[in-house]
């Protein structure tokens, strides 16, 4: 018999969602970053045996009160999940709090398909204080499951992969065994890139950027080398932000380029040349048509 299905990942802002699907897969799916909303857009990742292949879903983070039309956009991906989901995996970590009337406590409640209860960052907390927070739980949700992990160091990994083939159902292979994501290389290119940014401004800037690649050709140096010659752009949403990722001398974003083409490099596999430009789109967080052409709309 072979098992396949959607397992989706869903949780509040900085719980350790991308953290988990990069340790389930191996592989370096999605960015992580210690700030909130770093995620923005639903990565799928497969994960392929001989007897099962899971395609897991990375969502961004819930956003309780969404201040601009991406917010909704992005909570739109989150609830997504659930039309589509064979399991649902909810994470969460101790320190967090909801209250009876959250939202996702309803939705949760609602699933058509089993939902499991991942504490992540169990490393941070005692046995007991878990016990705690997955008894008080589930009184709110009927789990199927409920699983202490730590993401970040890959503890519970093999549990969890053994819990979800109990409802796995039967089906077919929806990809190719080789196959580790359906997005396209530009798009992991560009999430590198806003990556890099998260890293190295503070407050509104990250928030207000967005990263469009331009062009993405695979050539070669004059020598033969292989080489991605790779032209980005990054949007703010005001002039002073745009100042300010530009940098005095263009100090600031050419660190930014500078650390996005090594990790670049690693990824593809071969030599980068990366170019960015920072361009002024005011308010384009509330605005539809460039939303769309961002990726947050169909």
Request: charged share 25%; hydrophobic share 40%.
């Amino acid at each position: 018999m072979f098992q396949s299905g959607f397992v989706n990942i869903i949780g509040r802002p900085n719980v350790g969602k991308s953290t988990l699907m990069n340790a389930l897969l191996g592989e370096r799916m999605s960015i992580i970053t210690n700030k909130p909303q770093t995620t923005r857009h639903r990565i799928i990742g497969i994960l392929s045996d001989e007897n099962y292949q899971m395609v897991f879903s990375d969502t961004p983070g819930i956003i309780r009160k969404p201040a601009y039309k991406m917010h909704a956009a992005m909570n739109a991906f989150a609830k997504s999940t659930f039309e589509d989901s064979d399991v649902m995996l909810f994470v969460t970590e101790p320190t967090e709090i909801y209250e009876a009337d959250d939202p996702i406590i309803r939705d949760l409640r609602g699933s058509s398909a089993p939902v499991f209860l991942l504490i992540n960052k169990t490393d941070t907390a005692t046995p007991e204080a878990v016990a705690t927070l997955t008894a008080q739980w589930l009184e709110r949700v009927p789990f199927k499951e409920t699983l202490g992990i730590s993401a970040l160091n890959k503890v519970g990994m093999d549990d969890m992969i053994a819990h979800i083939l109990k409802y796995l159902p039967e089906g077919p292979e929806y990809y190719p065994k080789d196959q580790l994501t359906d997005r396209p290389e530009r798009f992991f290119v560009s999430e590198i890139i806003r990556e890099k940014i998260l890293l190295n401004y503070r407050e509104e800037i990250p928030y207000a950027c967005e990263v469009m690649i331009d062009s993405y050709q695979e050539t070669q140096t004059n020598d033969g080398t292989p080489i991605a010659r790779i032209f980005a752009t990054i949007y703010v949403a005001r002039d002073t932000q745009k100042s300010i990722v530009v940098g005095k001398n263009g100090t600031a974003i050419k660190k930014v380029g500078m650390e996005a083409r090594k990790d670049i490099e690693i990824f593809i596999e071969s030599k980068a040349h990366l170019e960015l430009t920072v361009k002024v789109r005011e308010n384009w967080r509330d605005d539809e048509r460039l939303l769309k052409n961002f990726g947050y709309t169909s």
